[in-house]
């Protein structure tokens, strides 16, 4: 049905769209198929396997889906990796998590996020630490996520992602953690 709404919308007006390329793709990190192993603060290993990977068209600034005329479309993709062991009756599982790239004409805005927890901006072009060693593994290039919102145990204390690894580490307020496992 939105692709009817998109298509019915533009077809009578000129569009544009932004592309994105290789270099903006690198942020998604986690592929088709992907897992990856986390150690938590119980020293048990927990296991994420990617169960999106999505790129998708969305109204450029200025412009509401709801237009009779987009003009301009901007790109949107995420990566959504969750713990294997997620069901609705496991409460015990840990919290989905996911990266996500808006690209505009002239911006590139990236985020991390845990599900339920929060959506946080990283800035693209400045890594907070030039290394940070996790679980025994040297890490460059690191961006660090600090949230100062304690008002509820299971928030997100503290991120530290990577381009290249994706999230090194998630801390909670309830001292639960995720430690990524090379």
């Known amino acids: 049905m939105l692709a009817t709404l998109l298509f019915t919308s533009c077809k009578d007006c000129d569009t544009t769209t932004t592309q994105f390329d290789e270099k903006d793709v690198e942020w998604l990190v986690y592929d088709r198929n992907d897992t990856i192993r986390f150690l938590n603060e119980t020293g048990d290993t927990v296991t994420y396997a990617n169960t999106a990977l999505i790129a998708e068209q969305v109204p450029g600034e200025g412009y509401n889906i709801s237009d009779n005329c987009i003009g301009h479309f901007d790109v949107q993709a995420y990566s959504v990796m969750e713990d294997i062991t997620r069901s609705n009756t496991n409460t015990n599982a840990s919290p989905g998590i996911a990266t996500?790239?808006?690209k505009r004409e002239n911006s590139l805005e990236v985020s991390v996020a845990v599900n339920g927890r929060g959506e946080y901006k990283l800035n693209p072009g400045q890594p907070t630490y030039p290394s940070v060693e996790v679980n025994d593994v040297l890490y460059t290039d690191v961006y660090e996520v600090i949230n100062?919102?304690?008002s509820k145990a299971t928030n997100v204390k503290r991120i530290l992602f990577?381009?290249?690894r994706g999230f090194?580490?998630?801390?909670?307020y309830n001292d639960k953690k995720l430690e990524l496992i090379f």
């Open 168 to 172: 090194l580490s998630v801390e909670f």
């Open 162 to 164: 990577t381009k290249e």
């Open 100 to 102: 996500y790239f808006l």
């Open 148 to 150: 100062n919102d304690a």
